[in-house]
């Protein structure tokens, strides 16, 4: 009965070679997010989705981008992976006026080597 | 700016007995404050929040707004309460937009 689904769980990528971290949903929800989580830090938003119109944080890296070409998958790239992007990357999605709950994907811990 | 706190990276208690797992936010305007708890080896997700004043597998949470505190509390910690357990914040009617603190591992000892 998983709703939010992040594959792989676990990514290994090449310094500097662009990598895409999916995401799916089924519970049909408007908005997507995407947050990193480096080691024994608070997960931190990158940006989100409200259907189709794109929302980045102020202080995401340009080096992350985001695709969302239906309701139900919605993908981060990075194009350049540093060594200081390896961290767990958490999707999670919501339907803004019924609840304010997020439900999270288990995530995607990414290597960068 | 807008900012969530928790100042114990680790708390440890023995089964039985009480816990309060300390939040204090930092926020211009009226949040919507959460707990959220992540299981070993499971997804974060949702355990209570501020303005459905429940209490959920023996946890409340009350919001304190002159202190700005959502302090989490259960009088009998079981030992399947261990796990992280992440406050965070978010504007209002934006449930998935959220500012998390830093969480607190939470380990109950038999």
């Known amino acids: 009965d998983a709703m939010v689904i992040q594959n792989p769980r676990y990514q290994v990528t090449q310094f500097g070679k662009p990598v895409t971290l999916s995401c799916s949903q089924t519970l049909n929800h408007n908005v997507m997010y995407w947050y990193q989580q480096k080691s024994s830090q608070a997960p931190k938003l990158l940006f989100h989705y409200y259907d189709k119109d794109f929302n980045n944080e102020a202080d995401t890296p340009d080096n992350f981008q985001s695709r969302r070409p239906n309701t139900s998958f919605c993908f981060l790239d990075i194009r350049s992976p540093g060594l200081g992007d390896a961290a767990m990357y958490l999707c999670?999605?919501?339907?803004?006026?019924?609840?304010?709950?997020?439900?999270f994907g288990q995530g995607t811990r990414l290597t960068v080597v | 700016a807008q900012r969530v706190t928790q100042p114990e990276k680790l708390l440890s208690v023995f089964k039985g007995a009480p816990v309060e797992l300390k939040c204090n936010y930092s926020y211009s305007g009226s949040p919507e404050l959460f707990w959220y708890v992540q299981y070993s080896r499971q997804r974060l997700q949702l355990l209570l929040r501020h303005i459905s004043r429940e209490s959920i597998k023996g946890f409340t949470a009350d919001l304190n707004k002159g202190e700005t505190s959502f302090h989490l509390k259960k009088p009998f910690a079981q030992e399947e309460d261990s796990a992280m357990y992440y406050c965070?914040?978010?504007?209002?009617?934006?449930?998935?937009?959220?500012?998390f603190g830093q969480g607190t591992e939470l380990s109950v000892k038999p």
């Open positions: 999670a999605t919501s339907s803004p006026g019924s609840s304010t709950e997020a439900f």
């Open positions: 965070a914040l978010s504007g209002h009617n934006q449930g998935g937009k959220l500012i």
